[in-house]
């Protein structure tokens, strides 16, 4: 490769990583490799972190980085042996991990998840809502599925609400608390085909937003990171993901520390707000984007 062609090559590379490094509302820059590690120690040190979704991809990425930092993790997950090998890797790190199997999506079992939690541990000071699920289908081929669009909202939504309900007593009577909500970039996009995924997860960013008013004085702040396209199995079905932009889960976990550390309202892509420009100046030219390319 010649020079020339390395230097495109690495300016390429640094706009599409811009393209996808989530921002403070407020539009001030946030570097992807995370918050500086000191601050990051100083915030997670001796901390009680619950990650949902923490057997594999951004959740075990998340759990490992911030039991590295002196947290203390309680991961959670349907599958037991995932678990534990996460476990695993945390405690040869040196790191200390608890594995919780719950399927969230019983709620009886999420129920008596957190009754076990609170038991062991007494309080969680954060709280990572990053288990999802999605579906990418067309609403034509929907017919006669209506329960996909159930299953996107029970994991991605009511569960989601009923685990922060039975933490937050505990949260609001500590005056201190975290609530980080990982959404997604299609919030924002609103891309053809996946319009089950998307409602659960602006559904799960309103219902946040309207309780933050109601338990800011007690010290719980709920941050809403809309995350761009990672690199895990969620997304490689979708072969058109495989030629854009897209964090590493590892990248995914240095955001959700820097939530932690800055504790913003807001994380989202820094062309968000081109989205909003786009919709405003001619919804029907952006409709026909979605149908072309997203």
């Given at each position: 490769m010649s020079t020339v062609n390395r230097r495109a090559?690495?300016?390429?590379?640094?706009?599409?990583?811009?393209?996808?490094?989530p921002i403070g509302m407020g539009g001030r820059y946030r570097k992807i490799v995370g918050a500086e590690d000191n601050a990051l120690s100083e915030v997670a040190g001796?901390?009680?972190?619950?990650i949902t979704g923490a057997s594999s991809g951004i959740g075990e990425a998340t759990a490992r980085l911030l039991a590295r930092h002196g947290a203390v993790v309680l991961l959670v997950a349907r599958g037991v042996e995932a678990l534990e090998r996460v476990r695993g890797l945390i405690e040869d790190d040196g790191g200390v991990a608890y594995a919780y199997p719950c399927d969230?999506?019983?709620?009886?079992?999420?129920?008596?998840?957190?009754?076990k939690v609170l038991a062991d541990h007494g309080h969680v000071d954060v709280l990572v809502n990053n288990a999802g699920h999605s579906i990418?289908?067309?609403?034509?081929?929907?017919?006669?599925?209506?329960h996909d669009f159930e299953r996107l909202i029970q994991l991605n939504y009511l569960s989601a609400i009923r685990l922060v309900l039975a933490l937050l007593p505990t949260m609001r009577e500590r005056h201190s608390g975290q609530v980080i909500n990982i959404s997604s970039w299609a919030v924002q996009v609103r891309p053809a085909r996946f319009a089950g995924y998307t409602a659960?997860?602006?559904?799960?960013?309103?219902?946040?937003d309207s309780v933050q008013g109601e338990v800011s004085a007690d010290g719980v702040l709920f941050t809403t990171i809309r995350m761009p396209l990672v690199r895990t199995p969620m997304i490689a079905p979708t072969k058109m993901?495989?030629?854009?932009?897209?964090?590493?889960?590892?990248?995914?976990?240095?955001?959700?520390?820097?939530?932690?550390?800055?504790r913003p309202r807001r994380l989202r892509p820094v062309f968000s707000?081109?989205?909003?420009?786009?919709?405003?100046?001619?919804?029907?030219?952006?409709?026909?984007?979605?149908?072309r390319v997203l």
């Open positions: 090559a690495g300016v390429a590379r640094v706009l599409n990583r811009a393209v996808v490094t001796g901390r009680v972190v619950l969230l999506t019983d709620y009886d079992a999420l129920d008596a998840m957190v009754a990418r289908r067309k609403v034509e081929r929907s017919e006669g599925r209506f659960s997860k602006a559904a799960l960013e309103a219902w946040s993901y495989r030629r854009v932009p897209a964090l590493s889960p590892d990248e995914a976990a240095a955001t959700i520390g820097d939530a932690m550390v800055a707000p081109l989205m909003d420009v786009a919709d405003a100046f001619s919804s029907r030219s952006l409709d026909r984007i979605r149908n």
